[in-house]
């Protein structure tokens, strides 16, 4: 349900635009786009005079408290009609109410005027016993069990002055219970002194062992790390773990926090009176009953929607590198999807990506056919014009990069050049039916070294026809909301694409299908119809395809790119709407738009000031002369590769001080994980990533980054190696120590049962574990340091 009055919109963008530092007048302009129905990359690229300039981060932001906000203006709404209904919505609660600014603030104020089964306290009061607790709560001299006697009456259940008291305690732990202000200040106290305790299951602490450094455990809720706190919630969700939250002590009193707030909050004291241990018990009962309960549910679940949106945003940012990672570009490539017992399958793309070719050979135990092999892959290389040769990461992977160094020296005319790729989602994409309509008659396991090839020749291209989850390279992913995470990596997905752009003519459908303003069955109609007529000449013949109206041609013309085409303009990111601009361009300077493309000292002279108009301002003009000066440019980082020393195959060759080049596989909170080429990545704890302090991985390292690294110690029992970019660090014993169990789980980057389907891969990584998978924890002599 969208805004119903224009106050009530100017209210959430108001709000809205000083979370993402812009202001209010730029987050409406931004709403009443997407609410037309614009995308976020179209709007980011495309409408910066409408919405002064907002990023696709700011408004992927706006969206998303977008989404928030409505939800809690919708659920206000009801709130206030409920209350109003039931004739007790005063001016006092309507303005508290109008004023929540969170749903769980909403929530507390509504908790006493929520329709509920009828409680015990209800139960009382139609007894008549409100006036006993009322008068104990009044006159604590009043002897409890003597005042009670007078409110005794069998006839409406009150059988005795126990009954009675009982009786008078529900009643006030229910209002307690239910006061806003107290919620709301015992809330606030919990996020800021509260303490997570946990503690082992009694009898499972050897089932459990992979989160014995939890079994005793305590951390302000306030400083746990997502990736810690996650652990602990997977723990106790396979009933390893207890988990409490503990309120601490006051600070003034020394006492119990939580009980003594809740005297407090009613003016109990105990002065030795007679009600006063009774009434101090129905304090603690009411915490212990009633409040703790709601307090401990409501903020775990609270913490748990930040450290999942901070796992969500972990896995979102090494998506994007890998995404926007460099292409080879359009050469011809030879994939190598390595194995043991069944062989390494081999397929060859040429420079456009079409399959040629297929083998599968068997160098490796138990047949050994290494002459063979190197026979058929030169074989192929030589008539295909193979420039490069990409091998998956996974079993065997070392062992098939021995072969194809051997290949390079053995046959120097063929100039060919071997790099090592991450194979994660290679087997998802094999057994797809994406992969099933596009190679109905390859056999599954081939279809993997095709897309080991392609994902070379344009990692962005290849990586979007696998389910973003199924790349592997998050933290904790399956432990987060699947439907937050799934919804985040697609806007991720789309940002890239976008940010790219798309060659319309020779662009997969999955592709085409994260443009901005396609839909999957609009980028089918437009692979149909460019394979019925031919490629498109000029943008504007997209109108042609069916379902393809004026509204999806605005979103989606400027992403793709039409080369040698009869529009020159159609080959860059300028949006075909800002073509009249090119015409005054090309009107004030007399050369035709073919000799103004690309002629950058020429475009350095133009002022854009000069051509623009009430439409097109300053910002658009400027992305213009842009384009005109780098047409279709693209924003991904030259094409290198990573150099895995020789002889340094299996984790058994590492040895502490050795100074290596790697690539980074992933980055989590504590650290990043480099593939040093040993079928187990290490890891780089955040303080040995850099020489200054760093409190984002991300500031200094990002996956696909090649980087050297020194190997500080290596536990092969355990399979844990530590490295470090600082190569002046020390090693030593200290380099390795005891990591928190649970978050070695942090390596669960998207396991790939799937590889076991290839039978008899041997028992590397890519068969139980996923194929970052190595240290997931700090060691703690990098803490200590």
């Known amino acids: 349900m969208h805004d119903s009055t224009p106050a009530l919109a100017r209210k959430i963008a108001h709000a809205i635009a000083d979370e993402i530092g812009a202001q209010p007048a730029q987050a409406e302009a931004a709403i009443a786009l997407l609410d037309g129905g614009a995308t976020v990359p179209f709007v980011a690229r495309y409408r910066k005079e409408a919405t002064g300039g907002l990023d696709d981060t700011q408004l992927r932001n706006l969206e998303t408290r977008l989404t928030y906000l409505r939800e809690l203006e919708d659920r206000r709404a009801t709130i206030l009609s409920s209350i109003g209904e039931q004739g007790k919505l005063t001016d006092e609660l309507r303005a508290e109410i109008e004023t929540a600014d969170s749903k769980a603030r909403l929530e507390d104020l509504y908790l006493p005027y929520k329709p ?88 499972k602490e050897a089932a459990g062992a992979k989160f014995r450094d939890y079994f005793d455990h305590a951390e302000p809720l306030a400083k746990i790390p997502s990736h810690r706190l996650l652990a602990l919630f997977r723990a106790r969700r396979e009933e390893f773990l207890q988990l409490e939250l503990d309120p601490g002590t006051d600070p003034e009193s020394g006492h119990a926090y939580a009980e003594g707030r809740i005297a407090r909050h009613a003016g109990i004291a105990d002065r030795g009176r007679p009600a006063d241990a009774w009434l101090r018990n129905a304090c603690r009962l009411a915490w212990r009953a009633r409040l703790h309960l709601h307090l401990l549910i409501d903020l775990f679940n609270q913490a748990r929607e930040k450290a999942e949106a901070e796992a969500i945003s972990v896995f979102g940012n090494n998506l994007e590198d890998l995404l926007l990672a ?29 399959l040629v070719a297929t083998d599968t050979i068997y160098p490796h135990e138990p047949r050994r056919q290494w002459e063979a092999s190197l026979h058929a892959l030169a074989k192929l290389c030589r008539e295909h014009g193979v420039e490069l040769v990409a091998i998956g990461n996974g079993t065997a992977s070392r062992e098939t990069d021995r ?120 980028a089918e109609n437009i692979v149909v119809h460019r394979d019925a007529n031919g490629p498109f000449k000029r943008r504007r013949d997209l109108l042609k395809v069916p379902r393809l109206g004026e509204k999806t041609f605005e979103q989606c013309a400027g992403f793709l790119r039409i080369a040698d085409g009869d529009e020159p303009l159609d080959a860059s990111a300028v949006h075909p709407e800002a073509y009249p601009v090119i015409e005054r361009i090309v009107e004030a300077c007399g050369r035709e738009v073919k000799q103004i ?36 440019r693209d924003p991904r980082p030259e094409f290198k590769a990573a150099t895995f020393a020789e002889g340094v195959e299996d984790i058994k060759d590492l040895e502490p001080g050795m100074v290596l080049e790697g690539v980074v596989s992933n980055v989590a ?108 924890d700090a060691f703690a002599r990098a803490k200590r340091s």
């Open 669 to 776: 909170a504590f650290g990043a994980f480099v593939d040093i080429g040993v079928h187990q990545d290490g890891l780089v704890h955040i303080s040995a990533l850099s020489d200054r302090f760093v409190k984002d991985p991300r500031e200094v390292v990002k996956a696909g980054d090649i980087v050297k690294v020194k190997v500080l110690e290596v536990d092969v029992a355990r399979k844990r190696i530590a490295l470090t970019r600082r190569l002046d660090d020390p090693v030593g014993e200290a380099a390795l120590s005891p990591r928190r169990g649970g978050e070695r789980d942090a390596r669960n980057r998207n396991p790939r049962p799937d590889r076991a389907q290839h039978a008899g891969k041997g028992s590397g990584k890519s068969q139980t574990t996923p194929s970052n998978s190595a240290l997931a």
């Open 116 to 203: 509920k089964r009828r409680t015990r306290a209800q139960i009382a009061r139609e007894a008549g016993l409100e006036p006993l607790a009322d008068g104990l709560l009044e006159d604590p001299t009043r002897v409890p069990e003597d005042y009670a006697a007078g409110f005794v009456d069998a006839d409406k259940g009150v059988a005795d002055a126990k009954a009675a008291l009982e009786g008078a305690r529900a009643i006030l732990m229910e209002r307690w219970g239910e006061d806003a202000a107290l919620l709301g200040e015992l809330r606030g106290w919990l996020e800021s002194h509260g303490v997570i305790r946990a503690r082992v299951v009694e009898g």
């Open 326 to 354: 460099a292409p080879a570009g359009p050469r011809a490539v030879l994939g190598l999807d390595p194995g043991l017992r069944t062989g390494v399958k081999v397929a060859v793309v040429d420079a456009t990506g079409k």
């Open 597 to 632: 493309v690309g002629d950058a000292s020429f475009v350095r002279t133009l002022r854009p000031e000069q051509f623009t108009d009430e439409r097109f301002g300053l910002p658009t003009v400027r992305d213009i002369l842009g384009e005109l000066e780098k047409p279709g």
């Open 403 to 522: 072969l194809a160094g051997e290949l390079i020296r053995r046959h120097p005319e063929l100039k060919l050049q071997k790099l090592v790729v991450s194979e994660a989602g290679a087997s998802v994409y094999s057994a797809s039916e994406l992969a099933a309509r596009e190679f109905p008659d390859l056999d599954v396991s081939l279809r993997g070294a095709v897309s080991i090839a392609r994902r070379l020749q344009d990692p962005l291209a290849e990586l979007v026809k696998i389910e973003p989850k199924s790349i592997g390279v998050g933290q904790y992913q399956h432990d987060v909301d699947q439907f937050r995470m799934a919804r985040a990596l697609e806007a991720k997905v789309e940002d890239c694409v976008n940010a790219v752009g798309v060659h319309v003519n020779t662009a997969s459908a999955p592709l085409l299908a994260r443009v901005a303003g396609l839909s999957a069955s609009v």
